[in-house]
């Protein structure tokens, strides 16, 4: 059976993602933990990209990463691409979201979730997949779940935040779980291309 190296080192991302492709006849393989490819100030398709390219390089099978990030509108899209660089935690970058909105509306919480998927492969391929959703920056954070920004991002359709959702819920609605669905295709042409 052919692998799939998921770059990324964050458990809960792998947790969703492995989940959404396991249907795909692929063993899917988290990249060692001791390993990590830095990510700069580029865009989220840069970013993604270097981590897939850098993981075909170190293992020799096919590679899926992924740059996500949280865009407030009334921010300019901040914090963007360098959502994960804004604080050394997730609670420290919620916060910092939350004191830069401090005695805003809702008409100026509206946010967008993206992500931006690359697969790269050993033959020297790159292909894409991107999703966004829309929402609103809540007024404090609520949910278990999820990580990252999941506790302060609305869905008003939901009533809930991402982090109030089960990982079933969430894979079909959120940014990733939509990125994702076009990268399953993608994986499984490839897929089928091998046999």
Sequence with gaps: MR?????????????EMSKALEELPLQIIPLPSHIYVEEGEESYWENAARKAMKAV?????????????????????????????????????????LRM??????????????????????????ERAEGIVRGYIAYEP???????YDPIFFLPEKGKTMA???????????HRGKAL???????????????
């Design 101 to 126: 909105l401090e005695g805003k509306g809702w008409e100026e919480r509206e946010a967008i979730f993206r992500c931006v998927i690359a697969i790269a492969t050993p033959d020297g391929r790159l």
């Design 57 to 97: 390089e170190m293992f020799g099978e096919i590679a899926l990463a992924d740059d996500s990030g949280l865009e407030v509108l009334s921010l300019g899209g901040f914090p963007g691409s360098r959502s994960k660089r804004i604080g050394q935690t997730d609670e420290e970058r919620i916060n910092t979201i």
């Design 142 to 148: 609520k949910g278990e779940g999820g990580f990252g």
């Design 3 to 15: 692998k799939l190296i998921i770059a990324t080192t964050n458990k809960g991302k792998f947790r």
């Design 164 to 174: 109030e959702l089960d990982v079933e819920e969430k894979n079909a609605i959120s």
């Design 181 to 195: 669905k076009e990268a399953k295709k993608i994986l499984q042409r490839l897929c089928n291309e091998c046999k």
